[in-house]
Protein backbone atom coordinates (compact mmCIF):
# COMPACT_ATOMS: atom_id res chain seq x y z
CA UNK A 1 0.00 0.00 0.00
CA UNK A 2 1.32 3.09 -0.64
CA UNK A 3 1.69 5.84 1.60
CA UNK A 4 -0.58 8.21 -1.10
CA UNK A 5 -2.64 5.72 -0.88
CA UNK A 6 -2.91 5.55 3.20
CA UNK A 7 -3.23 9.39 3.39
CA UNK A 8 -6.42 9.10 1.15
CA UNK A 9 -7.62 6.27 2.87
CA UNK A 10 -7.23 8.36 6.82
CA UNK A 11 -9.08 11.37 5.09
CA UNK A 12 -12.05 9.34 3.68
CA UNK A 13 -12.54 7.97 7.53
CA UNK A 14 -11.56 11.30 8.77
CA UNK A 15 -14.14 12.68 6.67
CA UNK A 16 -16.82 10.02 8.14
CA UNK A 17 -16.24 10.53 11.23
CA UNK A 18 -16.69 14.23 10.77
CA UNK A 19 -20.18 13.71 9.68
CA UNK A 20 -19.59 13.42 5.93
CA UNK A 21 -20.95 10.19 4.24
CA UNK A 22 -20.88 6.91 6.27
CA UNK A 23 -18.15 4.92 5.13
CA UNK A 24 -18.56 2.07 7.89
CA UNK A 25 -21.45 1.64 9.76
CA UNK A 26 -21.28 2.70 13.24
CA UNK A 27 -21.78 -0.20 15.70
CA UNK A 28 -25.76 -1.03 16.94
CA UNK A 29 -26.26 -0.18 20.79
CA UNK A 30 -25.51 -3.48 22.40
CA UNK A 31 -22.19 -4.09 20.50
CA UNK A 32 -18.24 -2.13 21.77
CA UNK A 33 -15.08 -2.77 20.81
CA UNK A 34 -12.52 -2.12 22.45
CA UNK A 35 -8.71 -1.82 22.09
CA UNK A 36 -6.02 -2.66 24.44
CA UNK A 37 -2.12 -1.67 24.20
CA UNK A 38 0.72 -4.01 26.55
CA UNK A 39 1.61 -3.35 30.06
CA UNK A 40 0.73 -3.14 33.81
CA UNK A 41 -1.64 0.36 33.75
CA UNK A 42 -4.25 -1.65 31.10
CA UNK A 43 -5.26 -3.71 34.43
CA UNK A 44 -8.43 -1.93 34.68
CA UNK A 45 -9.71 -3.31 31.58
CA UNK A 46 -8.29 -6.64 32.81
CA UNK A 47 -10.51 -6.80 35.47
CA UNK A 48 -13.64 -5.68 33.89
CA UNK A 49 -12.99 -7.64 31.02
CA UNK A 50 -12.38 -11.28 33.68
CA UNK A 51 -15.14 -9.92 36.12
CA UNK A 52 -17.53 -8.86 32.94
CA UNK A 53 -18.24 -5.58 34.07
CA UNK A 54 -19.40 -3.85 30.99
CA UNK A 55 -22.18 -7.10 30.57
CA UNK A 56 -23.67 -6.77 34.16
CA UNK A 57 -23.86 -2.64 34.05
CA UNK A 58 -25.38 -3.53 31.12
CA UNK A 59 -27.96 -6.01 32.34
CA UNK A 60 -28.62 -3.07 35.11
CA UNK A 61 -29.68 -0.71 32.31
CA UNK A 62 -31.51 -3.68 30.55
CA UNK A 63 -29.23 -4.14 27.36
CA UNK A 64 -27.50 -7.06 26.86
CA UNK A 65 -23.88 -6.01 25.40
CA UNK A 66 -21.60 -7.60 23.56
CA UNK A 67 -18.23 -6.95 23.63
CA UNK A 68 -14.93 -7.44 21.50
CA UNK A 69 -11.32 -6.83 21.99
CA UNK A 70 -8.71 -5.74 19.91
CA UNK A 71 -4.98 -5.87 20.95
CA UNK A 72 -3.05 -3.11 19.26
CA UNK A 73 0.22 -1.16 19.24
CA UNK A 74 1.08 2.62 18.72
CA UNK A 75 -1.05 5.65 18.33
CA UNK A 76 -1.43 5.61 15.05
CA UNK A 77 -2.70 2.25 14.74
CA UNK A 78 -5.30 3.01 17.56
CA UNK A 79 -6.60 6.34 15.84
CA UNK A 80 -6.71 4.45 12.66
CA UNK A 81 -8.64 1.43 13.90
CA UNK A 82 -11.20 4.23 15.12
CA UNK A 83 -11.36 6.24 12.55
CA UNK A 84 -12.41 3.35 10.31
CA UNK A 85 -15.21 2.64 12.81
CA UNK A 86 -13.53 -0.66 13.32
CA UNK A 87 -13.46 0.13 17.21
CA UNK A 88 -15.16 2.11 19.66
CA UNK A 89 -12.86 2.13 22.17
CA UNK A 90 -9.66 3.83 21.81
CA UNK A 91 -7.21 3.22 24.33
CA UNK A 92 -3.54 5.00 24.03
CA UNK A 93 -1.04 7.84 25.22
CA UNK A 94 -2.31 11.39 25.72
CA UNK A 95 -0.05 12.47 22.68
CA UNK A 96 -1.59 10.59 20.05
CA UNK A 97 -5.48 11.46 21.79
CA UNK A 98 -4.40 14.96 21.25
CA UNK A 99 -3.54 14.91 17.57
CA UNK A 100 -7.16 13.24 16.84
CA UNK A 101 -8.52 15.57 18.92
CA UNK A 102 -6.92 17.94 16.63
CA UNK A 103 -7.65 16.89 13.95
CA UNK A 104 -11.06 16.40 14.18
CA UNK A 105 -12.03 19.34 15.43
CA UNK A 106 -13.19 18.06 19.15
CA UNK A 107 -14.61 14.96 17.81
CA UNK A 108 -13.17 12.86 20.29
CA UNK A 109 -12.76 13.08 23.91
CA UNK A 110 -11.44 11.38 26.87
CA UNK A 111 -13.93 8.86 28.64
CA UNK A 112 -11.08 8.25 31.22
CA UNK A 113 -7.79 7.70 32.26
CA UNK A 114 -5.66 4.63 33.25
CA UNK A 115 -4.15 6.30 36.67
CA UNK A 116 -0.83 7.94 37.01
CA UNK A 117 1.84 5.41 36.07
CA UNK A 118 5.55 6.77 35.24
CA UNK A 119 7.56 5.87 31.94
CA UNK A 120 11.44 4.80 32.59
CA UNK A 121 13.89 6.10 29.72
CA UNK A 122 16.38 2.72 29.83
CA UNK A 123 19.45 1.77 27.99
CA UNK A 124 22.04 -0.89 28.15
CA UNK A 125 25.17 1.55 28.01
CA UNK A 126 26.88 2.24 30.59
CA UNK A 127 28.53 5.37 29.81
CA UNK A 128 25.16 7.02 28.92
CA UNK A 129 23.83 9.65 31.99
CA UNK A 130 22.16 11.87 29.61
CA UNK A 131 20.22 12.35 26.26
CA UNK A 132 23.46 13.94 25.19
CA UNK A 133 25.09 10.93 25.54
CA UNK A 134 23.56 9.38 23.07
CA UNK A 135 25.26 9.35 19.47
CA UNK A 136 24.09 8.87 16.11
CA UNK A 137 24.28 4.91 15.57
CA UNK A 138 22.06 4.55 18.64
CA UNK A 139 18.30 4.20 18.44
CA UNK A 140 15.49 4.66 20.96
CA UNK A 141 12.56 2.46 20.88
CA UNK A 142 9.04 3.92 21.28
CA UNK A 143 5.79 2.36 21.07
CA UNK A 144 5.03 4.65 17.46
CA UNK A 145 8.13 6.78 16.39
CA UNK A 146 7.25 10.45 16.97
CA UNK A 147 3.80 10.65 17.97
CA UNK A 148 3.19 7.98 21.09
CA UNK A 149 2.99 9.49 24.54
CA UNK A 150 6.43 8.08 25.17
CA UNK A 151 8.19 10.14 21.94
CA UNK A 152 6.62 13.13 22.98
CA UNK A 153 8.13 12.51 26.51
CA UNK A 154 11.38 12.38 24.95
CA UNK A 155 10.69 15.28 23.27
CA UNK A 156 9.74 17.43 26.06
CA UNK A 157 13.19 15.69 27.92
CA UNK A 158 15.04 16.94 24.44
CA UNK A 159 14.13 20.19 24.84
CA UNK A 160 14.58 20.42 28.54
CA UNK A 161 18.20 19.16 27.81
CA UNK A 162 18.95 21.12 24.76
CA UNK A 163 17.12 23.98 24.70
CA UNK A 164 14.01 25.35 23.22
CA UNK A 165 13.22 24.61 19.77
CA UNK A 166 15.44 21.36 20.04
CA UNK A 167 12.67 19.09 21.07
CA UNK A 168 13.09 16.62 17.87
CA UNK A 169 16.78 16.63 18.25
CA UNK A 170 16.25 12.89 18.72
CA UNK A 171 13.79 12.16 16.60
CA UNK A 172 15.96 10.54 14.01
CA UNK A 173 17.01 7.69 16.54
CA UNK A 174 13.60 7.17 17.30
CA UNK A 175 12.10 3.41 15.92
CA UNK A 176 8.45 1.81 16.46
CA UNK A 177 8.37 -0.91 18.57
CA UNK A 178 5.22 -2.74 21.33
CA UNK A 179 6.87 -3.16 24.56
CA UNK A 180 7.60 -6.35 24.68
CA UNK A 181 9.55 -6.13 21.66
CA UNK A 182 11.80 -3.19 22.37
CA UNK A 183 12.21 -4.65 26.08
CA UNK A 184 13.89 -8.14 24.64
CA UNK A 185 16.15 -5.90 21.92
CA UNK A 186 17.56 -3.56 24.80
CA UNK A 187 17.99 -7.04 27.07
CA UNK A 188 19.51 -9.02 23.91
CA UNK A 189 22.26 -5.61 23.74
CA UNK A 190 22.71 -7.35 20.12
CA UNK A 191 20.49 -4.92 18.08
CA UNK A 192 20.80 -1.56 17.29
CA UNK A 193 18.41 -0.65 20.22
CA UNK A 194 20.26 0.93 22.90
CA UNK A 195 17.18 3.31 24.71
CA UNK A 196 13.90 2.17 25.75
CA UNK A 197 11.01 5.33 26.67
CA UNK A 198 8.60 2.05 28.47
CA UNK A 199 5.99 1.39 30.73
CA UNK A 200 5.51 -0.99 33.22
CA UNK A 201 6.19 -4.03 34.02
CA UNK A 202 8.33 -4.09 31.16
CA UNK A 203 10.79 -1.55 32.59
CA UNK A 204 10.94 -3.18 35.63
CA UNK A 205 11.55 -5.98 34.40
CA UNK A 206 14.42 -4.95 32.12
CA UNK A 207 15.75 -3.26 35.40
CA UNK A 208 16.87 -6.72 37.08
CA UNK A 209 19.31 -7.10 34.69
CA UNK A 210 22.34 -4.98 35.76
CA UNK A 211 23.06 -3.67 32.38
CA UNK A 212 20.17 -1.54 32.27
CA UNK A 213 19.95 1.30 33.97
CA UNK A 214 17.53 4.35 34.09
CA UNK A 215 18.20 7.38 32.72
CA UNK A 216 14.95 9.41 34.02
CA UNK A 217 11.11 9.15 35.06
CA UNK A 218 8.79 10.94 32.85
CA UNK A 219 7.82 11.96 36.26
CA UNK A 220 11.50 14.07 36.62
CA UNK A 221 10.12 15.37 32.74
CA UNK A 222 6.82 16.66 33.76
CA UNK A 223 6.92 17.66 36.81
CA UNK A 224 4.95 14.94 38.64
CA UNK A 225 2.30 12.11 38.76
CA UNK A 226 1.18 11.80 35.22
CA UNK A 227 -1.84 9.92 33.38
CA UNK A 228 -0.01 9.00 29.90
CA UNK A 229 -2.37 6.97 28.83
CA UNK A 230 -6.62 7.45 28.23
CA UNK A 231 -9.56 5.78 26.77
CA UNK A 232 -11.08 7.95 24.39
CA UNK A 233 -14.38 7.41 21.95
CA UNK A 234 -16.73 9.62 19.32
CA UNK A 235 -19.00 12.02 20.50
CA UNK A 236 -21.00 10.48 17.19
CA UNK A 237 -20.64 6.89 18.89
CA UNK A 238 -21.22 8.28 22.86
CA UNK A 239 -24.52 10.05 21.59
CA UNK A 240 -25.65 6.61 19.27
CA UNK A 241 -24.92 4.09 22.27
CA UNK A 242 -25.80 6.59 25.71
CA UNK A 243 -26.85 2.85 27.16
CA UNK A 244 -23.31 0.95 25.85
CA UNK A 245 -21.27 3.85 26.80
CA UNK A 246 -23.03 4.19 30.21
CA UNK A 247 -22.51 0.55 31.00
CA UNK A 248 -18.66 1.01 29.38
CA UNK A 249 -17.89 3.85 31.96
CA UNK A 250 -19.80 2.44 34.94
CA UNK A 251 -17.65 -0.84 34.31
CA UNK A 252 -14.29 1.19 34.04
CA UNK A 253 -15.04 2.80 36.68
CA UNK A 254 -15.85 -0.06 39.43
CA UNK A 255 -12.76 -1.86 37.87
CA UNK A 256 -10.18 1.24 38.24
CA UNK A 257 -11.85 1.21 41.96
CA UNK A 258 -10.80 -2.59 42.27
CA UNK A 259 -7.40 -2.43 41.42
CA UNK A 260 -6.67 1.01 43.16
CA UNK A 261 -8.02 -1.49 46.25
CA UNK A 262 -6.82 -4.84 45.69
CA UNK A 263 -3.05 -5.01 43.97
CA UNK A 264 -3.22 -8.85 44.70
CA UNK A 265 -5.89 -9.24 42.52
CA UNK A 266 -5.10 -6.62 40.36
CA UNK A 267 -1.92 -8.37 39.61
CA UNK A 268 -3.38 -12.06 39.58
CA UNK A 269 -5.73 -10.60 36.59
CA UNK A 270 -3.24 -9.14 34.93
CA UNK A 271 -1.39 -12.55 34.57
CA UNK A 272 -4.79 -14.25 33.85
CA UNK A 273 -6.23 -11.88 31.11
CA UNK A 274 -2.25 -11.98 29.37
CA UNK A 275 -1.43 -15.05 30.09
CA UNK A 276 1.92 -14.23 31.34
CA UNK A 277 4.47 -15.73 32.70
CA UNK A 278 5.76 -13.17 35.13
CA UNK A 279 5.98 -14.04 38.33
CA UNK A 280 2.28 -12.87 40.19
CA UNK A 281 4.65 -11.30 43.21
CA UNK A 282 6.50 -9.07 41.03
CA UNK A 283 3.66 -7.77 39.22
CA UNK A 284 1.64 -7.00 42.61
CA UNK A 285 5.47 -5.39 43.55
CA UNK A 286 5.24 -3.42 40.47
CA UNK A 287 1.60 -2.02 40.73
CA UNK A 288 2.28 -1.24 44.51
CA UNK A 289 5.07 1.48 43.98
CA UNK A 290 3.46 4.70 45.46
CA UNK A 291 4.26 6.35 42.12
CA UNK A 292 1.31 4.28 40.32
CA UNK A 293 -2.14 5.86 41.34
CA UNK A 294 -5.25 3.95 39.49
CA UNK A 295 -7.57 6.65 38.67
CA UNK A 296 -10.04 7.96 35.75
CA UNK A 297 -9.52 11.44 36.33
CA UNK A 298 -6.33 12.86 33.72
CA UNK A 299 -3.43 14.34 35.47
CA UNK A 300 -1.03 17.32 34.04
CA UNK A 301 -2.81 16.87 30.36
CA UNK A 302 -3.08 20.22 29.81
CA UNK A 303 0.89 21.02 30.13
CA UNK A 304 1.08 17.64 28.11
CA UNK A 305 -1.08 19.59 25.59
CA UNK A 306 0.14 22.78 25.74
CA UNK A 307 3.52 21.16 24.70
CA UNK A 308 2.22 19.81 21.70
CA UNK A 309 0.31 22.96 20.66
CA UNK A 310 3.61 25.37 21.09
CA UNK A 311 5.66 22.79 19.06
CA UNK A 312 3.18 23.10 16.08
CA UNK A 313 2.36 19.12 16.61
CA UNK A 314 -1.55 19.80 17.13
CA UNK A 315 -2.92 23.05 15.86
CA UNK A 316 -5.70 24.05 18.25
CA UNK A 317 -4.95 25.17 21.70
CA UNK A 318 -6.23 22.55 24.54
CA UNK A 319 -8.29 24.58 26.80
CA UNK A 320 -9.04 23.29 30.72
CA UNK A 321 -9.19 19.34 30.70
CA UNK A 322 -12.48 19.35 30.79
CA UNK A 323 -12.81 20.80 27.38
CA UNK A 324 -11.58 17.21 25.84
CA UNK A 325 -13.30 15.05 28.79
CA UNK A 326 -16.60 13.52 29.13
CA UNK A 327 -18.79 15.14 32.10
CA UNK A 328 -19.01 11.94 33.96
CA UNK A 329 -15.36 12.83 35.27
CA UNK A 330 -15.93 16.98 35.60
CA UNK A 331 -17.05 16.83 39.58
CA UNK A 332 -13.49 15.74 39.82
CA UNK A 333 -10.51 17.86 39.87
CA UNK A 334 -8.13 17.04 37.09
CA UNK A 335 -5.43 18.46 35.24
Known amino acids: MTAAFRSFARRAALAALLGAAAIVPASAEGLIRIS ?150 LLSGSTEITGHVSNSPFQEQALKNPKIHKVWSSYDILGGPFTPTVAYTTLKWRDENPKTYLAFFRAFEEATAIAAKDRKLGAATYIKIEQSKLDPAFVEEVISNPEVDFTLVPSKTEVFGDFLYRTGAIKTKPGSWKDYTFPELHGQSGS
Open 36 to 185: QQFGTLYIPFHILRDQNLIEKHGKELGLDITVEWAKLSGGNAVNDALLSGSVDIASAGIGPFFTLWDRTKGAVKIIGAFGATPNYLLTNRPDIKSLKDFGPNDRIATPAAGVSVQARELQIAAEKEFGPGNHGKLDSLQVSLPHPDATAA
